[in-house]
């Protein structure tokens, strides 16, 4: 069942919740082995929830709910009594003392958590593994990479674990481990899903959004993230509507531009082929498809510096402290950091309000921006990062992500569908950008791309062993 199904079905009383957890224990069981996709479950936990929410009287008018569909969380976000590693030697044995609001908010909704989903140390990079617990592999090749750093949520949803599941993103995070296993991942605009208390809480770099196998099941996974919170002080109020009921209502929209490499990213061929004809099915849903795109040729030094920033303000006192425990990559991003000038800064920001002014003025011709999610098909887990991609190489561990973060610097909601398969049998998907804030209009868009489409329908898989 997608999860919209199972929480109709719940919704309806033709299953439970214990019956769903328990279905759920027992594909993991099946399938973890091959996976490694949810290594830190709470099943005890989830039980007890559930058995409280059977207490509670349900009315039709009691706003949003899950009714009690299990779910995931990825292993960056603080689930109140469960296990909270952060893919770190550092916190390998940390036991979460208290819920993230967005956690708490999912719960409050009927969510119910079985598990944490793996993620790289920190979250960094777009390959899911970490010294404590493993490497997460893709279902459709076991041999392959699901993609980072939600690569635990994704497997998860594409091994059929779980209906629905969190990831973050600011790179890609959400994103690139959809295109490589086949399922959905949503980047929400900043401050559309309230979490925290964070320790940097007016950040706008890094998201929090809702993966799924279908564009619905992320549409109500939305829904039941979405509204302002006092403890995150970029919030935004929840929309006077659904998005769900978005996604049942499909839009014509007006011209669209593709781009098939965002003006500077090398491209392998079978993703070029497959995405181009991607986008000529949008000719179906919009008046033109034209190639076009604004201007991205700051877009690596706006990332990159500001990224760095980021990483030295979260990450400085663990160097100091717990040098040894960090992986390479992650002392290399926090030192970056901290040889920035305040004039490094000052230029990546400028650039940045540049680059968004550029965006408010192409949004004032097209209704959607759409481009490949990633460059490359899904590759073998054991690279920890591509140095090279069709002969350009790259000087540093997240610079084959550009794809997707070169969009993450316009704090725009972007959403990446499954678009096609490589003759090897791996998914790809296709990115969908709209306006600032109109999650809606890349719901709407990937709503009427996966309808005529078969994609969808290709998980769960039964892990692949090649």
């Given at each position: 069942?997608?999860?919209?199904?199972?929480?109709?079905?719940?919704?309806?009383?033709?299953?439970?919740?214990?019956?769903?957890?328990?279905?759920?224990?027992?594909?993991?069981?099946?399938?973890?082995?091959?996976?490694?996709?949810?290594?830190?479950?709470?099943?005890?936990?989830?039980?007890?929830?559930a058995?409280?929410?059977?207490?509670?009287?349900r009315?039709?008018d009691?706003?949003?709910?899950?009714?009690?569909?299990?779910?995931?969380?990825?292993?960056?976000?603080?689930?109140?009594?469960?296990?909270?590693?952060?893919?770190?030697?550092?916190?390998?044995?940390?036991?979460?003392?208290?819920?993230?609001i967005?956690?708490?908010?999912?719960?409050?909704?009927?969510?119910?958590?079985?598990?944490?989903?793996?993620?790289?140390?920190?979250?960094?990079?777009?390959?899911?593994?970490?010294?404590?617990?493993?490497?997460?592999?893709?279902?459709?090749?076991?041999?392959?990479?699901?993609?980072?750093?939600?690569?635990?949520?994704?497997?998860?949803?594409?091994?059929?674990?779980?209906?629905?599941?969190?990831g973050?993103?600011?790179?890609?995070?959400?994103?690139?481990?959809?295109?490589?296993?086949?399922?959905?991942?949503?980047?929400?605009?900043?401050?559309?899903?309230?979490h925290?208390?964070?320790?940097?809480?007016?950040?706008?770099?890094?998201v929090?959004?809702?993966?799924?196998?279908?564009?619905?099941?992320?549409?109500?996974?939305?829904?039941?993230?979405?509204?302002?919170?006092?403890?995150?002080?970029?919030?935004?109020?929840?929309?006077?509507?659904?998005?769900?009921?978005?996604?049942?209502?499909?839009?014509?929209?007006?011209?669209?531009?593709?781009?098939?490499?965002?003006?500077?990213?090398?491209?392998?061929?079978?993703?070029?082929?497959?995405?181009?004809?991607?986008?000529?099915?949008?000719?179906?849903?919009?008046?033109?498809?034209?190639?076009?795109c604004?201007?991205?040729?700051?877009?690596?030094?706006?990332f990159?510096?500001?990224?760095?920033?980021?990483?030295?303000?979260?990450?400085?006192p663990?160097?100091?402290?717990?040098?040894?425990?960090?992986?390479?990559?992650?002392?290399?991003n926090?030192?970056?950091?901290?040889?920035?000038?305040?004039?490094?800064?000052?230029?990546?920001?400028?650039q940045q309000?540049?680059?968004?002014?550029a965006?408010?003025?192409?949004?004032?011709?097209?209704?959607?921006?759409?481009?490949?999610?990633?460059?490359?098909?899904?590759?073998?887990?054991?690279?920890?990062?591509?140095?090279?991609?069709?002969?350009?190489?790259?000087?540093?561990?997240?610079?084959?992500?550009?794809?997707?973060?070169?969009?993450?610097?316009?704090?725009?909601?972007?959403?990446?569908?499954?678009?096609?398969?490589?003759?090897?049998?791996?998914?790809?998907?296709?990115?969908?950008?709209?306006p600032?804030?109109?999650?809606?209009?890349?719901?709407?868009?990937?709503?009427?791309?996966?309808?005529?489409?078969?994609?969808?329908?290709?998980?769960?898989?039964?892990?692949?062993?090649?």
């Amino acid at each position: 069942m997608t999860a919209v199904e199972a929480v109709e079905k719940l919704q309806a009383g033709d299953v439970t919740p214990l019956e769903l957890i328990d279905a759920s224990e027992q594909r993991i069981r099946e399938t973890e082995g091959a996976v490694n996709a949810l290594p830190i479950q709470c099943f005890d936990r989830a039980r007890d929830h559930a058995k409280s929410l059977k207490k509670k009287a349900r009315h039709s008018d009691d706003g949003p709910s899950l009714h009690g569909l299990p779910i995931a969380i990825k292993d960056l976000t603080p689930v109140e009594g469960v296990r909270f590693t952060l893919g770190s030697p550092i916190f390998a044995d940390q036991i979460a003392a208290h819920s993230d609001i967005m956690v708490k908010r999912l719960e409050e909704r009927g969510g119910i958590v079985v598990a944490k989903a793996n993620t790289p140390e920190f979250g960094a990079g777009a390959q899911t593994f970490n010294e404590v617990l493993g490497t997460t592999t893709n279902p459709f090749d076991v041999s392959k990479t699901p993609g980072g750093s939600s690569g635990g949520s994704a497997a998860a949803l594409a091994a059929g674990q779980v209906w629905l599941a969190q990831g973050s993103d600011l790179g890609g995070s959400l994103r690139i481990p959809a295109s490589f296993t086949g399922v959905v991942g949503l980047r929400p605009s900043p401050g559309r899903v309230a979490h925290g208390p964070s320790t940097l809480p007016f950040g706008v770099g890094s998201v929090e959004g809702p993966m799924g196998r279908t564009v619905a099941d992320v549409a109500l996974m939305l829904d039941m993230m979405v509204g302002e919170h006092i403890a995150d002080p970029i919030s935004l109020p929840r929309p006077d509507y659904s998005y769900l009921d978005k996604v049942k209502a499909p839009r014509k929209f007006g011209k669209v531009a593709y781009s098939p490499n965002l003006g500077q990213c090398p491209i392998d061929g079978e993703v070029a082929v497959i995405c181009a004809k991607a986008a000529e099915a949008f000719k179906d849903y919009a008046t033109a498809v034209e190639e076009d795109c604004f201007d991205l040729s700051d877009g690596d030094n706006i990332f990159q510096t500001l990224r760095a920033a980021q990483f030295a303000a979260a990450h400085a006192p663990k160097l100091k402290e717990n040098r040894s425990l960090l992986k390479p990559d992650v002392i290399w991003n926090i030192e970056a950091g901290l040889a920035l000038t305040a004039n490094d800064i000052g230029l990546a920001q400028r650039q940045q309000g540049a680059l968004y002014a550029a965006v408010a003025e192409f949004f004032g011709t097209y209704d959607l921006l759409i481009a490949p999610t990633v460059m490359v098909p899904p590759f073998n887990h054991e690279i920890r990062s591509l140095s090279e991609v069709e002969g350009v190489k790259f000087d540093n561990y997240v610079a084959w992500l550009a794809m997707t973060y070169l969009l993450t610097n316009t704090s725009c909601p972007v959403i990446s569908v499954p678009c096609g398969m490589t003759r090897s049998g791996l998914p790809v998907g296709l990115q969908i950008m709209a306006p600032a804030h109109r999650e809606d209009l890349v719901l709407q868009a990937a709503a009427l791309f996966e309808a005529d489409h078969e994609y969808s329908k290709l998980v769960p898989i039964d892990p692949v062993l090649k």
